[in-house]
């Protein structure tokens, strides 16, 4: 059953589908490439705040109970707060 458009222009038509697919793809990966990135140095400053012992604690705790991390967030905050002013006297 033809379809009234000329077999060329259908060909033209895909093809550039299939760039702008392949395009979308690219600049998708990108963004999550940099996403992994600052993910991960968001998570190297953390534990060079607390330390990679702390860190390892927290992560553990996310796995064991999810909802208790705002819990250790202020934990080792108050944790770093004290050994810093213990550090000035």
């Known amino acids: 059953m033809p379809?009234?458009?000329p077999r060329q222009t259908r060909t033209r038509v895909r093809r550039r589908l299939h760039l702008a697919g392949l395009r979308l793809k690219r600049a998708a990966s990108r963004v999550i490439r940099s996403v992994y990135l600052v993910n991960a140095a968001v998570w190297t400053a953390a534990g060079a705040l607390v330390g990679f012992e702390v860190l390892d604690a927290l992560v553990g705790g996310m796995v064991v109970a999810p909802e208790a991390v705002p819990l250790l967030l202020v934990a080792l905050a108050l944790w770093w707060w004290?050994?810093?002013?213990?550090g000035e006297r």
């Open 3 to 5: 379809s009234g458009i």
């Open 82 to 86: 004290v050994r810093n002013r213990r």
